[in-house]
T-cell receptor, first 115, second 116 residues
């Protein structure tokens, strides 16, 4: 069965510092991995995805993620955090097998950036 | 280029009433997914539809919940005889191709259902 784990419920970082939001996955076959961000009372906005190729994926708003096959991880990173980055971040993996392309989400990590 | 649209954004129902949630996918998208986000939880897959077809409903509760995506018009998620435990945010997502696992799903703003 496919699954995604986000081990941190909350990450606190000071504005201007680098940030990392962790994600590990468990899949059979090649993983298709996604990061989304959710602002309060809003829908999910797509940030980036890993399908194949370079392990470092660049996405929206200056975010990037590093795919590490040996550690089964797909951590989200940003070199310099902004207060406006404060939001709920979800890692997801695409379901594998059968007719579905459903996304399987982690439980989310709340990012709080202090000014 | 309009994104995924959902209405209503907020819906209040009393126990036993019916709730109808609508989703219009992005232009050019023909695949719709419904997810539910319970308080303090992540999103859980409910159902995957194409026009006039339910492809995967493995995440749908066995009773009271149904979904459709007619040839014309939006996709509808219907909850009959709502109970307090149905209170949640319901999100719709669309994507352009069924068998492209690499395709991105784009989400709507959600419908927040409150059952009194």
């Amino acid at each position: 069965a496919q699954s995604v784990a986000q081990p941190e419920d909350q990450v606190n970082v000071a504005e201007g510092n680098p940030l990392t939001v962790k994600c590990t996955y468990s899949v059979s076959g090649n993983p298709y991995l996604f990061w989304y961000v959710q602002y309060p009372n809003r829908g999910l906005q797509f940030l980036l995805k890993y399908i194949t190729g370079d392990n470092l994926v660049k996405g929206s708003y200056g975010f990037e993620a590093e795919f590490n096959k040996s550690q089964t991880s797909f951590h989200l990173k940003k070199p310099s955090a902004l207060v406006s980055d404060s939001a709920l971040y979800f890692c997801a993996v695409r379901g594998y097998g059968g007719a579905t392309n459903k996304l399987i989400f982690g439980t989310g990590t709340l990012l709080a950036v202090q000014p | 280029n309009a994104g995924v649209m959902q209405n209503p954004r907020h819906l209040v129902r009393r126990r036993g009433q019916e709730a109808r949630l609508r989703c219009s996918p992005m232009k050019g998208h023909s695949h719709v997914y419904w997810y539910r986000q319970l308080p303090e939880e992540g999103l859980k897959f409910m159902v995957y539809l194409q026009k006039e077809n339910i492809i995967d409903e493995s995440g749908m509760p066995k009773e009271r919940f149904s979904a459709e995506f007619p040839k014309e018009g939006p996709s509808i998620l219907r909850i009959q005889q709502v109970v307090r435990g149905d209170s949640a945010a319901y999100f719709c997502a669309s994507s352009p191709r069924r068998d492209g696992r690499q395709e991105t799903q784009y989400f709507g703003p959600g419908t927040r259902l409150l059952v009194l």
